[in-house]
């Protein structure tokens, strides 16, 4: 059966029919049914995914554009499959919690649909010129959702968004580009497949290694940007302060893990064949992002910015992960992807839930919500509690295995995350916890309602699955165990690397 094509499929036709249906209800029911079948699907795909094969699993693969040697090539391993998992239960759970929404409902949920199709695609894509194309289709919903349904400076922020991530990905493109001119196949043709061209890139009789060297750069821009890293994190904050809250929510959730899916798939298989200084710039880069973006995170007055500069931070551990080239790092680091992925719905769900019921996100305007508010204030807490690393959810442990791995090949830099930014991650937390829900009531809220049910449900399934994947993160982790040894390729430590 077809699983990933289906999967891709249906969401699209969703979108389609959504984008002309004439009512709020016959859109929203159109996507929410075009997002169950999806993660029915993911779902039986993770029941027989078989964890200790080495090989891509539901492989599909047809020839697209023979003349230039671009096929339709699609399947997942430890790396996609969890990511693939993630984006439908958050497109599921997305739709739920935009119940409500009155503006345009058709084409807001076709959007979001869209952007579904793009995701998926992304993490299932083997060959590039197919990668490239899902990468960029991404870039349409998400420029609509915050152009039209975002805030005060929305033209600016979409402007911004698009502009910094296109032209990342122009530069990937033309490493892309590079690494399909310089490889011929054994009959003289060139081809786009992905599993292909990293393997060849071993070889420095076919890449020398100053060319290498110039496409792992073009190719690692594309990620940095995306995930987004330091300094290239500032497009993040005003896209999320104007995006509408389900914007927000897949942006974070699904977007910005494309760069990091990015870093697995393309970026490790490569990092043992390049100058070993880029080893050494990643860490710097990876430590700068949890660190300033902590502080960063600490210094905001806005709800909402506080949390996505709190993304720019926990995405640092990704990269961290990655970089340190140990089992567990890797392995970490890609539990920290998923783990990331729900957390931050509850985050975002949780700012965009207090803008509408009580008129602003500005901590110091609020105070006391949970005495209105308490099923929703609990949520909330749950949320911030996860996100800070609280033992039991799945932040925990994913960030628990980073540090553990990464401390055995970049001990410095894993000692600078510890001492300097876990404090302050809870610090930014709880402040804004206790400042948001507790203390008295002011009078002006003494009317505001609980959250809808819509919304308290959404919330409600993200915060059991954080707390089922921090009890028994086994259920994940199991299924990257294989994929982690697989991008390492033949083991190779930093020291054979030569960076320590």
Known sequence: MNYISLMIAIPLIGAIISFFTRTRAQARMVA???????????LQMYMGFDKTSKIMQFVES??????????????????????????TIVSVLVIIYSWGEDKRPNQFFALLLLNEVGVLGVFTALDFFLFYIFWEIVLIPMFFLIGVWGGPRK?????????????????????????????????????????????ATADPKIFPPGLLNIIFAGLLLGFLVKMPAFPFHTWLPDAHVEAPTAGSVVLAALLLKMGGYGIFRVILPILPHVNKIFVTVIAIIAVLSIVYGAFLALAQKDLKKMVAYSSVSHMGFVTLGAVAFTWMSIQGAMFQQFSHGLI??????????????????????????????????????????ASLGLPGMSGFVAEFMVLTGSYATLPVFTMIVVFTSIAVTAGYHLWATQKVLFGPILKKYLQVHDAHSYELFSMSMIILLAILFGVRPNLITDIMGVAAYQVMGPVVTLTQMGVI
């Open 32 to 42: 929410l049914i075009a997002s169950l079948v999806p993660l029915a699907i993911s």
């Open 62 to 87: 047809y020839t697209w554009i023979p003349s230039i040697g671009v096929k339709y090539t699609v399947g997942v391993d430890g790396i996609g499959l969890p990511l693939v998992l993630l984006s």
């Open 155 to 199: 033209d600016y922020a979409a402007i911004k968004f698009f502009i910094y991530t296109h032209v990342a990905s122009l530069v990937m493109l033309l490493a892309i580009f590079a690494l399909y001119f310089t490889y011929h196949m054994p009959d003289g043709s060139r081809t786009f497949d992905m599993l292909t061209l990293l393997q």
């Open 344 to 385: 931050t719905c509850v985050l975002f769900m949780s700012a965009g839930t207090i803008q509408h019921t009580v008129g602003t996100r500005v901590i110091g305007d609020l105070g006391g919500l949970a005495d209105r508010m308490p099923k929703f204030a609990f949520l909330m807490l749950a949320g911030f509690l």
